[in-house]
T-cell receptor, first 112, second 113 residues
């Protein structure tokens, strides 16, 4: 069965600093992986997805993620944080029935 | 292009009341699903459907019913609301290809007193 673990329920960075949000997955088949962002009181917006075409995936708003099979990881990064990046981020893996299985989320705070 | 539309946006119920959360999509997606979001729990799957007339249970189905009579609509029914069902509910759809992302509605915030 597929599962996702997000390390750190809260991450705080200074504006301009590197953002690193960690995601580890478990899957018995080659995974399809996704990162979503949720701004306060809004729905979920797709940041990027991994579908085996390339291990380094670029998404919107300057975010990217690298798929590492040996580490079963799909960490999300951004070189320089902006105040507008403050949100909750969810990593997800596609389940066997087609649904997405989500991690518990990481809230990102950005300090001025 | 409306995408996934959920109504209502907010709802307050008393314990024991019933209600239906509406979800409609205009993208001709075969797959639709309902999630609930609770603080610190992420999103948990309630029910899903892989096409009209086909529904199945997810991780937390108790207390909820669904039906899928058309491709476009996937309502979620709360039969007898309980305070434990206080949550934010999201409807989502995708066309079925494994690499396709879920498209989410804007959510319904439900409070049961």
């Amino acid at each position: 069965a597929q599962s996702v673990t997000q390390l750190g329920s809260h991450v705080s960075v200074s504006e301009g600093a590197l953002v690193l949000l960690r995601c580890n997955y478990s899957s018995s088949v080659p995974p399809y992986l996704f990162w979503y962002v949720q701004y306060p009181n809004q729905g979920l917006q797709l940041l990027l997805k991994y579908t085996s075409a390339a291990t380094l995936v670029k998404g919107i708003n300057g975010f990217e993620a690298e798929f590492k099979k040996s580490e079963t990881s799909f960490h999300l990064t951004k070189p320089s944080a902006h105040m507008s990046d403050a949100a909750e981020y969810f990593c997800a893996v596609r389940g066997s029935q087609g649904n997405l299985i989500f991690g518990k989320g990481t809230k990102l705070s950005v300090k001025p | 292009n409306a995408g996934v539309t959920q109504t209502p946006k907010f709802q307050v119920l008393k314990t024991g009341q019933s209600m239906t959360l509406q979800c409609a999509q205009d993208m001709n997606h075969e797959y639709m699903s309902w999630y609930r979001q609770d603080p610190g729990m992420g999103l948990r799957l309630i029910h899903y459907s892989v096409g009209a007339g086909i529904t199945d249970q997810g991780e937390v189905p108790n207390g909820y019913n669904v039906s899928r009579s058309t491709t476009e609509d996937f309502p979620l029914r709360l039969l007898s609301a309980a305070p434990s069902q206080t949550s934010v509910y999201f409807c989502a759809s995708f066309p079925g290809a494994p690499g396709s992302p879920l498209h989410f509605g804007n959510g319904t915030r439900l409070t049961v007193t």
